[in-house]
């Protein structure tokens, strides 16, 4: 036995697979008895090298959810107000005759679907492909347009094209300087922290840009610590800076990049002491990040949500890109651009045609060719693939209106989405709504069916991680109860409309091979990857576009970018911060976040009794100085309202937000749920909402609002 070896006890055995959250997909073994297949445990797997052997809360947790007594173990049909236990024939029938009922009196285009991206990459292209041949709707769109969207657009609008990463993860310890900005990576992505640890161990410098002094802020060298929605006027100063005191790469930019000039205008006016002015970060602190990021041979780019869930998103992004372009720092080792993928599949997610504007391989839904390409590997023809459809909150407001119907998937929009008071009126107003989950979450409670899934170690498939390696989820053959496998149910539903031909597929790895011939020469060419390859090498980074390929680790290494001349785009921006501005009735920015302990809506984790006991509740973080102004005590319950509503939460009162800020997690729902007061503005060309900024009043809670928010509280 090779030390770190995995240890399996008498009468059980281990399944490598990898974590069912974040974009890190961490390796680990899970433990279970091979004859019941009873999941026991969850042990190291060092032999996956992103993660080593390490894994975070949730890695830790996650194999909890399988044996939980509330996961859902039978159809369930809503009759006289009240969901009630279905068999699997009562409740596809239902669900296909209420499909072809809404679509016969409304049209094709009235049924939408709401997807989610913590499914495998299989799932992901089924759902896709269902919506536009098995119901011929072109109203499909998926969660991770509220957290991968702006960075999607961002890079293609600079790049060419869309990866999460240019760089393998491995590449970040090779970097002389890190600059990451609205990621809170020691929580958040826990696992990427030794990464960062590598390059300062070598010496590298550490630039974070955030609100917060987070744990991430804490151990930097320097921490520009912003007023939200102010990362234009920011990045313009720094590279005002660079610009001014000769620190870009005059030679990279004429050889590979356009747009220089236009940029050099707009970034003129943002002198250190104007972008001061607007962002709340000292100059000289400006000046410093200008000099310590231009002066470093390598350096790496990296960001998450805190820059991404704005109305300006997509610019942000660009932006921040913008910095890695002026200084030549990409397509080699330890300089490149990167976000920190949030959902586990969030990379996969938006590569495989569940976009409202995409097909399988990253292709444009409108270009003849891409549909051409498709509709020959589905067998249709080209005419039968609908059109673009509206992203995932327009689609949302549609409910009920132009939109009748509804099948949700993989998805909490009931707590995910911004102005939640809104989409709950929204959903209560549809015609017919099926939702296919593992647990009633809080949007399952309005179904009028809910169809039970498995978990993720019960299927086997594909995810694509935070570098863009696509790599094997393996599980453990069982279904418990009636529950049944993602991907079937729609094959299900697909056979009593009528197109179950489209739909025969026999396992897992037939849907990947048909994913793989319709990513065939697209951006995301995933033709060259099988299960086996992917086996031996650990994962394979797409594009990889033969069988004899062995993938793309690192992008752009020829410095050629995704643009007919091969060059990168320089964009200027022009600060217009947040769609929401403070003023005397609501004075103070809501800013919004996640905790190490929860995923996403917290469908998942707040079942799980460990991370519950870790964050049982949702807070207020409250700056020491404006506590004192108002005479809140910690641990006093505040009203915090906006324009759209109010939730009511208990006092963190701390000095890692700043005094014109407040901050609070995002992963409970209902009247804990902090969408309630989060602005539905989106940006223009991405969709993504404005999650991370908005403006709010706070006051002490009345007893009727202390007592409404306690009887929600764990």
């Known amino acids: 036995m090779r030390e770190f070896d995995a240890i399996t006890r008498e009468g059980e055995e281990l399944v490598a697979t990898h974590c069912a959250f974040c974009g890190m997909q961490c390796g680990m073994n899970i433990r279970f008895k091979p004859d019941t297949k009873e999941v026991l445990g969850v042990e190291p797997r060092y032999d996956f090298p992103m993660n080593g052997g390490r894994l975070c809360p949730k890695g830790v947790s996650a194999y909890r959810q399988v044996e939980h007594e509330e996961r859902l173990l039978y159809p369930m049909i809503r009759r006289n107000g009240k969901l009630e236990r279905a068999t699997w024939d009562e409740a596809l029938d239902l669900v296909a005759s209420k499909m072809r009922e809404i679509q016969l009196q409304h049209g094709k285009d009235a049924f939408g679907i709401y997807s989610g991206s913590s499914m495998t990459n299989e799932k992901c292209y089924v759902m896709g492909k269902f919506a536009r041949i098995g119901l011929g709707t072109k109203n499909i769109d998926y969660n991770g347009r509220y957290c991968m969207a702006a960075a999607a657009t961002g890079f293609k609008q600079s790049l060419g094209m869309d990866r999460g990463s240019t760089n393998p993860w491995s590449d970040i310890k090779f970097a002389d300087v890190l600059l990451i900005a609205g990621s809170n990576t020691a929580e958040c992505h826990p696992l990427s922290m030794p990464y960062v640890w590598g390059a300062r161990d070598r010496g590298a410098k550490l630039i974070v840009v955030d609100p917060r002094e987070t744990k991430t802020a804490l151990v930097a060298d320097l921490h520009l610590d912003l007023r939200p929605g102010t990362d234009i006027a920011l990045v313009n100063g720094i590279i005002h800076v660079m610009i001014r005191d000769n620190l870009v790469d005059h030679a990279f930019i004429e050889a590979h990049t356009n747009g220089y000039e236009a940029l050099k205008e707009t970034v003129a006016e ?72 949030g959902q586990g599949n969030g990379q996969g997610g938006r590569e495989h045609g569940q976009k409202a504007d995409q097909l399988p391989g990253y292709r ?54 911004p102005s939640i008071g809104d989409i709950e009126e929204r959903m209560r107003s549809l015609d017919f709504f099926v939702c296919i989950d593992m647990f009633l979450s809080e949007s ?148 919004t ?46 009203k915090i309202s906006s324009r759209r509503g109010y939730i009511t939460v208990p006092a963190k009162i701390t000095k890692i937000i700043r005094p014109d800020s407040l901050f609070v997690p995002y992963h409970w729902g209902k009247q804990l749920g902090i969408n309630r007061l989060t602005n539905p503005a989106l940006d223009p060309k991405s969709k993504i909402p404005e999650f991370k900024v908005c403006a709010v009043q706070i006051e002490k809670a009345g007893e009727e609002d202390i007592k409404h928010a306690q009887s929600a509280l764990y």
Not at 385 to 404: H, T, V
Not at 604 to 631: F, G, S, V, W
């Open 444 to 591: 399952a409670e309005l179904a009028d069916v809910v169809l039970p899934s498995t978990v993720w170690v019960e299927d086997n498939g594909t995810t694509t991680n935070i570098e863009g390696r696509v790599i094997r989820i393996k599980g453990i053959d069982r279904t418990p109860g009636e529950s049944k496998r993602d991907w079937e149910i729609i094959g299900e539903i697909a056979k009593r409309l009528g197109r179950g031909q489209y739909f025969d597929y026999g396992s897992p790895e037939d849907i990947f091979n048909e994913l793989r011939e319709a990513s065939r020469g697209g951006v995301a060419d995933y033709y060259g990857i099988t299960y086996d390859k992917i086996d031996r090498m650990d994962g394979v980074f797409w594009p990889c576009p033969s069988l004899e390929h062995e993938g793309t680790p690192r992008l752009f290494e020829d410095l050629k970018f995704k643009f007919p001349d091969g060059k990168a785009k320089l964009h200027g921006f022009t600060h217009t911060g947040p769609n929401e501005k403070v003023d005397k009735d609501y004075p103070f920015i809501l800013t």
């Open 270 to 341: 943002f002198t250190p002491y104007h972008a001061e002015m607007i962002t709340g970060v000292d100059q000289r602190k400006i000046e410093q990040a200008a000099h310590m990021f231009g002066k470093a041979r390598e350096g790496m780019v990296m960001f998450a949500r805190g820059i991404e869930q704005h109305a300006t998103g997509s610019d942000n992004v660009s932006n921040y890109v913008n910095l890695s372009l002026l200084t030549g720092k990409i397509g080699r080792k330890g300089s490149g651009v990167a976000t920190f993928t």
């Open 593 to 638: 976040g996640r905790v190490v302990y929860h995923y996403l809506s917290g469908n998942q984790t707040r079942r799980i009794e460990a991370l519950r006991k870790l964050c049982p509740d949702p807070y207020i973080e409250i700056h020491p100085n404006t506590a004192a102004q108002l005479h809140i005590k910690n641990g006093e319950f505040l």
């Open 364 to 417: 444009v839904i409108t270009d003849p060719a891409a549909r051409a390409h498709v509709a020959k590997v589905w067998g249709v023809d080209e005419s039968e693939i609908p059109g673009p459809g509206i992203s995932a909150y327009e689609m949302l407001k549609s409910l009920g209106q132009d939109i009748k119907g509804l099948l949700l998937i993989c998805s909490n929009p009931l707590v995910s989405a």
